[in-house]
Protein backbone atom coordinates (compact mmCIF):
# COMPACT_ATOMS: atom_id res chain seq x y z
CA UNK A 1 0.00 0.00 0.00
CA UNK A 2 1.57 3.56 -1.11
CA UNK A 3 1.87 5.76 1.64
CA UNK A 4 1.90 9.82 0.46
CA UNK A 5 3.40 12.86 2.03
CA UNK A 6 0.72 15.46 2.02
CA UNK A 7 1.88 18.63 0.76
CA UNK A 8 3.07 21.26 1.68
CA UNK A 9 4.34 18.14 4.56
CA UNK A 10 6.11 16.59 1.15
CA UNK A 11 8.07 19.63 0.78
CA UNK A 12 10.37 18.73 3.68
CA UNK A 13 10.21 15.44 4.47
CA UNK A 14 11.52 12.17 2.16
CA UNK A 15 11.27 8.71 3.66
CA UNK A 16 12.21 5.50 2.06
CA UNK A 17 8.68 3.79 2.64
CA UNK A 18 6.44 7.05 1.38
CA UNK A 19 5.53 9.31 -1.18
CA UNK A 20 6.41 12.58 -0.66
CA UNK A 21 4.11 15.29 -2.65
CA UNK A 22 5.63 18.59 -3.75
CA UNK A 23 4.18 21.81 -3.64
CA UNK A 24 1.53 22.85 -3.95
CA UNK A 25 2.73 25.18 -7.01
CA UNK A 26 1.04 28.13 -8.86
CA UNK A 27 2.36 29.32 -12.38
CA UNK A 28 3.58 32.37 -10.60
CA UNK A 29 5.40 33.30 -7.13
CA UNK A 30 2.81 33.41 -4.21
CA UNK A 31 5.20 34.76 -1.42
CA UNK A 32 5.13 34.59 2.34
CA UNK A 33 4.49 31.22 3.21
CA UNK A 34 6.16 31.46 6.57
CA UNK A 35 4.71 34.27 7.20
CA UNK A 36 1.37 33.17 6.81
CA UNK A 37 2.16 29.61 8.84
CA UNK A 38 2.97 32.00 12.09
CA UNK A 39 0.06 34.23 11.71
CA UNK A 40 -2.73 31.42 10.44
CA UNK A 41 -1.80 27.77 11.71
CA UNK A 42 -3.58 27.17 14.69
CA UNK A 43 -4.87 24.23 16.40
CA UNK A 44 -8.06 24.28 18.39
CA UNK A 45 -8.13 22.29 21.39
CA UNK A 46 -12.37 22.97 21.52
CA UNK A 47 -12.70 21.59 17.55
CA UNK A 48 -9.60 19.19 17.79
CA UNK A 49 -8.47 19.61 14.33
CA UNK A 50 -6.10 22.25 12.51
CA UNK A 51 -6.85 25.29 11.05
CA UNK A 52 -4.86 27.81 8.58
CA UNK A 53 -5.21 30.04 5.43
CA UNK A 54 -2.10 29.51 3.80
CA UNK A 55 -3.68 30.20 0.63
CA UNK A 56 -1.29 28.15 -1.82
CA UNK A 57 2.07 30.25 -0.85
CA UNK A 58 4.72 28.88 -3.29
CA UNK A 59 7.60 30.12 -5.01
CA UNK A 60 6.46 29.53 -8.57
CA UNK A 61 6.24 26.58 -11.18
CA UNK A 62 9.73 27.55 -12.53
CA UNK A 63 11.57 27.20 -9.38
CA UNK A 64 9.17 23.82 -8.58
CA UNK A 65 10.40 22.65 -11.42
CA UNK A 66 13.90 23.13 -10.51
CA UNK A 67 13.53 21.33 -6.71
CA UNK A 68 11.91 18.56 -8.05
CA UNK A 69 13.12 15.35 -6.42
CA UNK A 70 12.94 12.08 -8.70
CA UNK A 71 10.39 9.60 -7.32
CA UNK A 72 7.95 12.61 -5.57
CA UNK A 73 5.05 14.01 -7.31
CA UNK A 74 4.78 17.57 -7.98
CA UNK A 75 1.47 19.28 -7.01
CA UNK A 76 0.12 22.32 -8.93
CA UNK A 77 -2.91 24.22 -8.69
CA UNK A 78 -4.34 26.74 -11.37
CA UNK A 79 -5.96 30.04 -10.65
CA UNK A 80 -6.86 30.87 -13.52
CA UNK A 81 -7.45 29.36 -17.27
CA UNK A 82 -4.48 30.15 -18.80
CA UNK A 83 -2.53 28.09 -16.24
CA UNK A 84 -3.70 24.93 -17.15
CA UNK A 85 -2.02 25.60 -20.53
CA UNK A 86 1.04 27.25 -18.95
CA UNK A 87 1.32 24.17 -16.52
CA UNK A 88 0.90 21.39 -19.54
CA UNK A 89 3.35 22.88 -21.53
CA UNK A 90 6.42 23.64 -19.38
CA UNK A 91 6.43 20.51 -17.16
CA UNK A 92 7.71 17.65 -18.29
CA UNK A 93 5.68 14.56 -19.29
CA UNK A 94 6.99 11.74 -17.24
CA UNK A 95 6.53 14.17 -13.65
CA UNK A 96 3.81 12.44 -11.72
CA UNK A 97 1.02 14.90 -10.65
CA UNK A 98 -1.36 16.00 -8.10
CA UNK A 99 -3.68 18.49 -9.62
CA UNK A 100 -5.11 20.41 -6.28
CA UNK A 101 -8.58 21.72 -7.32
CA UNK A 102 -9.40 22.48 -3.64
CA UNK A 103 -7.74 24.82 -2.03
CA UNK A 104 -10.24 26.06 0.83
CA UNK A 105 -8.48 29.89 1.33
CA UNK A 106 -8.88 31.58 -2.29
CA UNK A 107 -12.53 33.47 -2.72
CA UNK A 108 -12.09 32.71 -6.30
CA UNK A 109 -10.49 29.04 -6.55
CA UNK A 110 -13.08 26.66 -8.47
CA UNK A 111 -12.79 23.74 -10.99
CA UNK A 112 -12.26 24.42 -14.15
CA UNK A 113 -13.88 22.02 -16.22
CA UNK A 114 -11.65 23.11 -19.76
CA UNK A 115 -8.67 23.74 -18.76
CA UNK A 116 -8.74 19.79 -16.74
CA UNK A 117 -9.50 17.57 -19.94
CA UNK A 118 -5.58 17.67 -21.52
CA UNK A 119 -4.29 16.32 -18.74
CA UNK A 120 -6.51 13.34 -18.55
CA UNK A 121 -3.82 11.57 -20.79
CA UNK A 122 -0.97 12.14 -18.08
CA UNK A 123 -3.13 10.26 -15.75
CA UNK A 124 -2.81 13.12 -12.68
CA UNK A 125 -4.08 12.05 -9.42
CA UNK A 126 -6.89 15.03 -8.56
CA UNK A 127 -7.24 16.31 -4.37
CA UNK A 128 -10.47 17.22 -3.84
CA UNK A 129 -12.52 19.36 -1.63
CA UNK A 130 -14.18 17.31 1.57
CA UNK A 131 -17.63 18.67 0.58
CA UNK A 132 -17.25 18.29 -3.60
CA UNK A 133 -20.43 17.25 -5.30
CA UNK A 134 -21.60 14.28 -6.59
CA UNK A 135 -22.43 16.43 -9.62
CA UNK A 136 -18.46 17.48 -9.86
CA UNK A 137 -17.37 13.68 -9.15
CA UNK A 138 -19.09 12.60 -12.01
CA UNK A 139 -18.17 15.51 -14.65
CA UNK A 140 -14.56 14.43 -13.52
CA UNK A 141 -15.06 10.77 -14.26
CA UNK A 142 -16.77 11.26 -17.03
CA UNK A 143 -13.36 13.31 -18.30
CA UNK A 144 -11.64 9.95 -17.79
CA UNK A 145 -10.19 10.87 -14.46
CA UNK A 146 -9.72 7.92 -12.56
CA UNK A 147 -6.88 8.83 -9.60
CA UNK A 148 -8.31 10.75 -6.75
CA UNK A 149 -7.15 12.28 -3.27
CA UNK A 150 -9.65 12.71 -0.56
CA UNK A 151 -9.85 15.21 0.75
CA UNK A 152 -8.01 18.32 1.01
CA UNK A 153 -9.18 20.79 4.08
CA UNK A 154 -12.34 22.12 4.42
CA UNK A 155 -13.17 25.74 4.17
CA UNK A 156 -14.49 27.50 7.20
CA UNK A 157 -14.52 31.40 8.12
CA UNK A 158 -11.22 30.32 10.06
CA UNK A 159 -9.44 29.02 7.16
CA UNK A 160 -9.17 25.49 5.81
CA UNK A 161 -9.98 23.11 8.62
CA UNK A 162 -8.12 19.91 9.03
CA UNK A 163 -7.51 16.53 11.05
CA UNK A 164 -10.74 14.19 11.79
CA UNK A 165 -13.40 16.22 11.04
CA UNK A 166 -12.66 15.44 7.81
CA UNK A 167 -13.04 11.65 8.15
CA UNK A 168 -16.63 11.36 7.04
CA UNK A 169 -16.13 13.65 4.15
CA UNK A 170 -13.20 11.62 3.34
CA UNK A 171 -14.74 8.20 3.60
CA UNK A 172 -18.09 9.06 1.67
CA UNK A 173 -16.12 9.94 -1.04
CA UNK A 174 -13.80 6.99 -1.21
CA UNK A 175 -16.95 4.87 -0.69
CA UNK A 176 -19.10 6.70 -4.15
CA UNK A 177 -15.57 6.91 -5.92
CA UNK A 178 -15.34 3.09 -5.68
CA UNK A 179 -18.80 2.22 -6.17
CA UNK A 180 -18.64 4.08 -9.50
CA UNK A 181 -15.05 3.24 -10.53
CA UNK A 182 -14.37 0.04 -9.83
CA UNK A 183 -11.08 -1.87 -9.62
CA UNK A 184 -10.09 0.74 -12.24
CA UNK A 185 -9.83 3.90 -9.84
CA UNK A 186 -6.96 4.29 -7.89
CA UNK A 187 -8.03 6.04 -4.31
CA UNK A 188 -6.07 7.82 -1.91
CA UNK A 189 -7.51 8.86 1.66
CA UNK A 190 -6.38 11.42 4.15
CA UNK A 191 -7.79 13.37 6.79
CA UNK A 192 -7.22 13.09 10.40
CA UNK A 193 -5.26 9.66 10.09
CA UNK A 194 -3.71 9.13 13.63
CA UNK A 195 -2.98 5.86 14.13
CA UNK A 196 -3.23 2.03 12.47
CA UNK A 197 -7.23 1.97 13.03
CA UNK A 198 -7.91 5.26 10.84
CA UNK A 199 -6.01 3.57 8.01
CA UNK A 200 -7.61 0.59 8.45
CA UNK A 201 -10.99 2.48 8.58
CA UNK A 202 -10.06 4.15 5.28
CA UNK A 203 -8.79 0.83 3.48
CA UNK A 204 -12.33 -1.08 4.55
CA UNK A 205 -14.18 1.12 2.63
CA UNK A 206 -12.01 1.74 -0.65
CA UNK A 207 -8.71 3.24 -0.10
CA UNK A 208 -6.10 1.95 -2.19
CA UNK A 209 -3.44 4.24 -0.30
CA UNK A 210 -3.43 7.13 2.56
CA UNK A 211 -1.69 10.41 2.73
CA UNK A 212 -0.80 11.48 6.41
CA UNK A 213 -0.60 15.32 7.06
CA UNK A 214 -1.88 15.78 10.52
CA UNK A 215 0.77 13.16 12.17
CA UNK A 216 3.44 15.20 10.07
CA UNK A 217 2.98 17.76 13.22
CA UNK A 218 4.18 15.04 15.59
CA UNK A 219 7.48 13.69 14.00
CA UNK A 220 7.74 10.71 16.52
CA UNK A 221 4.15 9.41 16.15
CA UNK A 222 4.34 10.20 11.94
CA UNK A 223 7.92 7.35 11.88
CA UNK A 224 5.63 4.85 14.38
CA UNK A 225 2.31 5.29 11.94
CA UNK A 226 4.98 4.82 8.78
CA UNK A 227 6.60 1.92 10.01
CA UNK A 228 3.15 0.36 11.71
CA UNK A 229 1.79 0.50 8.22
Same mark, same amino acid.
Given at each position: ?? %?????????? $?? !????????? !????????????? $??? !? /????????????????????????????????? /??????????????? =?????????????????????????????? #??????? /???????????????????????????????????????????? !?????? #????? /??????? %? =?????????????? %??????????????????????? %????
Amino acid at each position: MD %IYIAAPFGNY $IH !TRKTISVHG !TFTVDARPGRIKQ $IVK !T /LRYSFRDRCWYNKLGLRNPGIEKGLKQYREGTV /LSIGALERKDYDIFN =AIIPKDIPLEINISCPNLDHYSIDFEGLPQ #FVSRNPI /LKLTPDITREYLDKLMDMGFTRFHCSNTLKTERGGRSGQIIMPY !TINNIM #FLRQQ /LGQVGYL %I =AGGGIMNETDVERY %ITVGADAVSIGSACFNPFRMIKL %INTI
